[in-house]
Each structure stands twice: as C-alpha cells, then as structure tokens.
C-alpha cells in the first residue's frame, strides 16, 4: 500500500479492456492529427478546435473539457510549461518550440489518456535530447510493467524506480515530482497514484486487468514547479524546457497492450505485449 489508505483499484476484465482500446484509438488518431498541425504560426487554440472536432466525429467526448472546470480538450504545454496549460488563440507555436499535447476521450464510457511531446521546426539538439530521454523513459515504464505482470512477481513502483533509471541514465535531467500517472478506466483519474521515481518492489501488485496511465514529466533544469494563477497551468520554477509524454496502458497475463499506441506498443514490447492485441 502507498500509505495509510486501501487504495480503490478498478481491474478491468479482457472485455472491458478491448472497449478501453476503442477510446484509446481516438486519442492516438488526435495526437498523430495534432502533432502534424503543429507548425509555425498555428495557434494553441487552433489545435485545440481541432482534436475536438476529431473526438466527436467518433462520437467521443473530450474528457478534459469540463474536468473540475478545466476549460479545454487539449492541454498544450509550450516550452517551459510542463502540463496542464490551457490552449489560447494568442499562443502562437514558433519555429524551435517544443510542445506537449496532451489528450483525453471518453469512449462508451471509457476512457483514454496519452500525451506526446513534439518539436515545432527544429529544436535545439539539447532540446531534442530530452524529448528523446522523456520517450525512452515512458517505455521503460511500459517494459517494468510488462515484465512484472508477466513474472508475476512485479510492484507498481517498479515502473516509477524504471522511468527514473531511465531518465537518469540519459542525462542530468530534472525529475518533476508533484505530478504523476495514474490509474484510468471509467474515470480519467483512478488509483494508483504512478510516481516517476523511486525504489522498485512496493504498492500494489502489476496483476491483470490493472490499466494505468504512465506519464514521465521531465525538465532541462530543476525539478521545481510552480502553478500560474489560472489555476492549471504548471511551469518550471526555472524556466527550463520541460518534455511530458504518457500513454494509457492495459495488463494481461502476458504482458501489456499500449491502448494509446496505434500499433498496441509491438513495436516496443516485442513478446511482452499481450495477447488481447495479438488476437485482434
Ligand atoms: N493527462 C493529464 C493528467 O492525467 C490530463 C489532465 S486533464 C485536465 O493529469 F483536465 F485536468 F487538465
Ligand atoms: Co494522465
């Protein structure tokens, strides 16, 4: 247990998973749209419009409009922003930004949740480096949680202690610690909390039916974040570059399905991924 309270843990069974896949689809399909769209001179909230129009045209809801009063269906962290920021018709993307998009779906009442992190142009190769270092960190995660539900023998906090050998040994990185991933499924936020650091072998077991959303946040400086007074948006305390990609991630017996993932992670995962894909 991560404290002194039993944490609520809905495991979802196979069927329920292949209905989560559904909505993770349609976030994949936002972010592999709006990646594409975010060029120069194209507003925040241009992107916004956009994956609200993809979402309902599957007939989904963006989760993340209305979510306690957030005010949009994207958050579009820009530069030094690290999550949450709200979309804006005068944030216009300049050539070398780099931008987290972040997504969420309902789909027949199930939901999705994936982020990635993109290059507006060129980025500065220290820039590039810590997308890369932040995308080898979530699928580092993915892996520990393949691998512990496989053995059988694996903790949720072997993914945090994972992401964090990950980032370290790709550099000197700030860890953003405030913020995590989570557990999903008929709500966007379940338990368990998902810290992106610390020792392995602790929280709940990594057993079927358990989906998490897995998030590394990482920054070209400090750690330390602050939240702006319109209550959402979280910047480095410092005002170094900040990188956040997530994807939502479904267990098995054999390993993981990357609901988020057009391909299910296969590329990634290899043998670990699960069977519910491979028999689709
Ligand atoms: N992926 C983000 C998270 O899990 C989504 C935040 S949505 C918001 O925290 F509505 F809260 F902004
Ligand atoms: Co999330």
């Known amino acids: 247990m991560m404290g002194r309270y039993r944490l609520q843990i809905q495991y979802k069974t196979p069927e329920q998973i292949t209905l989560m896949r559904s909505a993770g689809l349609v976030v994949a399909e936002v972010l592999e749209r709006v990646s594409a769209a975010a060029v120069p001179g194209v507003s925040t909230a241009d992107l916004d419009r956009?994956?609200?129009?993809?979402?309902?045209?599957?007939?989904?809801?963006?989760?993340?409009?209305g979510y306690h009063g957030y005010p949009a269906t994207l958050c579009?962290?820009?530069?030094?922003?690290?999550?949450?920021?709200?979309?804006?018709?005068?944030?216009?993307?300049?050539?070398?930004?780099?931008?987290?998009?972040?997504?969420?779906?309902?789909?027949?009442?199930?939901?999705?949740?994936?982020?990635?992190?993109?290059?507006?142009?060129?980025?500065?190769?220290?820039?590039?480096?810590?997308?890369?270092?932040?995308?080898?960190?979530?699928?580092?995660?993915?892996a520990?949680?393949?691998?512990?539900?496989?053995?059988?023998?694996?903790?949720?906090?072997?993914?945090?202690?994972?992401?964090?050998?990950?980032?370290?040994?790709?550099?000197?990185?700030?860890?953003?610690?405030?913020?995590?991933?989570?557990?999903?499924?008929?709500?966007?936020?379940?338990?368990?909390?998902?810290?992106?650091?610390?020792?392995?072998?602790?929280?709940?077991?990594?057993t079927p039916g358990l989906c998490l959303a897995i998030e590394p946040m990482i920054t070209l400086g400090s750690p330390r974040t602050v939240e702006l007074a319109d209550g959402w948006t979280v910047v480095t305390k410092d005002g170094s570059i900040a990188a956040h990609v997530e994807h939502t991630v479904a267990l098995t017996e054999d390993g993981a399905w990357v609901l988020t993932a057009r391909d299910g992670g296969a590329a990634r995962l290899g043998d670990r991924l699960s069977s519910i894909s491979g028999a689709r």
Do not use: C
């Open 144 to 206: 520990a949680a393949a691998e512990g539900v496989r053995s059988g023998r694996g903790r949720l906090t072997d993914i945090s202690h994972a992401v964090e050998k990950s980032v370290r040994s790709s550099g000197r990185y700030g860890i953003v610690e405030g913020y995590g991933g989570h557990g999903i499924g008929t709500e966007m936020h379940q338990d368990p909390h998902v810290l992106n650091y610390g020792r392995p072998g602790r929280g709940p077991r990594l």
């Open 76 to 142: 579009t962290s820009v530069n030094n922003q690290v999550v949450h920021a709200i979309p804006s018709p005068s944030q216009v993307l300049r050539e070398g930004d780099l931008i987290s998009i972040d997504a969420g779906a309902i789909l027949d009442g199930w939901h999705g949740d994936a982020a990635v992190t993109v290059a507006v142009g060129e980025v500065a190769p220290a820039v590039a480096a810590l997308m890369r270092a932040a995308e080898e960190a979530l699928w580092a995660g993915i």
């Open 50 to 65: 956009l994956a609200e129009e993809i979402i309902r045209s599957h007939g989904a809801i963006p989760s993340f409009l």
